[in-house]
């Protein structure tokens, strides 16, 4: 453990921050399993509002530097593509 105040206080952020950071990721896992699983039933209208939600979150991460912006683009294709074969053209 840090001895001096500054470290003991930048000790307590980094806990704080990666509390925060590991919420927000699993935030991300669970919103793409969810469009997964709709796009997996066949439900295009709940698909489509999952994959709202989904890449809010991704885009999110992506700006706040929790994931690299590049990554949260590539899911949310990935999912918009899933989505993208539920409805007829």
Request: hydrophobic share 35%; net charge positive; charged share 35%.
């Amino acid at each position: 453990m840090a001895n001096h105040p500054s470290a003991i206080k930048r000790h307590r952020q980094s806990r704080k921050r990666r509390e925060a950071n590991q919420a927000a990721k699993a935030r991300i896992r669970t919103v793409a399993r969810k469009v997964e699983s709709t796009t997996a039933t066949g439900n295009a209208e709940q698909a489509k509002k999952d994959l709202y939600e989904a890449s809010r979150a991704l885009a999110k991460a992506g700006s706040k530097g929790l994931i690299h912006p590049r990554t949260a683009s590539r899911r949310t294709s990935r999912l918009a593509k899933k989505v993208a074969k539920l409805s007829p053209a």
